[in-house]
């Protein structure tokens, strides 16, 4: 079982829609988690930092930790097309080291 | 502009031979890492330095190499001994004592 599982997609939405991307994790150590947007062939974008449990708003960006379910969402509101784009949830333990661990990504197209 | 840099954007190796890959910072980060990203499995951690002159190995280090001599400079040699070479990798930085990792652009690596 992989410490942070997220469903691969492709999630299609159209524009305006809310679209809501989850994660799941099993190490109950981990304590910071990460909301990452990587278009094709670029390089990893840090859209949301959360630490612990909890909601925190970056205008249309929402993030939320469930610790008690292990759960990790992240929510758009009114969806663009520029949102279409790989969506990388990851966690984190304090330690000496910041080894993030990651899930696989998932896949959005928001459609005109 | 403060920001993480990768050369090349795309690299070729031929059978046998070593090849390196270039990641500098200038955004005066003490921690610098490499990722290996391959399509399905999400990113996975090389290679780590937190300090000038040390690093450590990620989950995947087998058939890799780095050095670190440099604040600025975290190059990613990939040897022969690195079997399935093929992939997009991604050099990153963080600040000490804090988990937000920062993302180059990447660097494609294809076998000749």
């Known amino acids: 079982q992989k410490e942070v599982e997220q469903d691969p997609g492709p999630l299609s939405v159209p524009e305006g829609a809310i679209v809501s991307l989850n994660c799941t994790y099993s190490?109950?150590?981990?304590?910071?988690f990460m909301w990452y947007r990587q278009y094709s062939r670029k390089g990893p974008e840090l859209l949301m930092y959360?630490?612990?449990?909890g909601n925190k708003e970056d205008g249309r960006f929402t993030a939320q930790v469930d610790k008690s379910s292990k759960y990790i969402s992240l929510f758009i509101r009114d969806s663009q097309p520029s949102d279409s784009a790989t969506y990388l949830c990851?966690?984190?333990?304090?330690?000496?080291?910041?080894?993030?661990?990651f899930g696989t990504g998932t896949r959005l197209q928001v459609t005109l | 502009d403060g920001g993480i840099t990768q050369s090349p954007k795309y690299l070729f190796r031929k059978e046998g031979q070593n090849v390196t890959l270039s990641c500098e910072q200038n955004?005066?980060?003490?921690?610098m890492y490499w990722y290996r990203q391959d399509p399905g499995q999400g990113l996975r951690l090389i290679y780590y330095?937190?300090?000038?002159?040390?690093?450590q190995k990620g989950d995947i280090a087998e058939g890799y190499s780095v050095s670190r001599e440099k604040k600025e400079s975290f190059p990613l040699t990939v040897t022969s001994a690195q079997k399935n070479p093929t992939a997009f990798y991604l050099c990153?930085?963080?600040?000490?004592?804090?988990?937000?990792?920062?993302f180059g652009p990447g660097t494609r690596l294809l076998v000749l």
């Open positions: 990153a930085s963080s600040p000490r004592q804090r988990e937000t990792q920062y």
């Open positions: 190490n109950s150590a981990f304590q910071y």
């Open positions: 959360t630490y612990s449990s």
């Open positions: 990851a966690a984190h333990y304090t330690g000496t080291a910041s080894k993030l661990t």
């Open positions: 955004l005066n980060h003490d921690a």
């Open positions: 330095s937190q300090i000038v002159n040390d690093f």
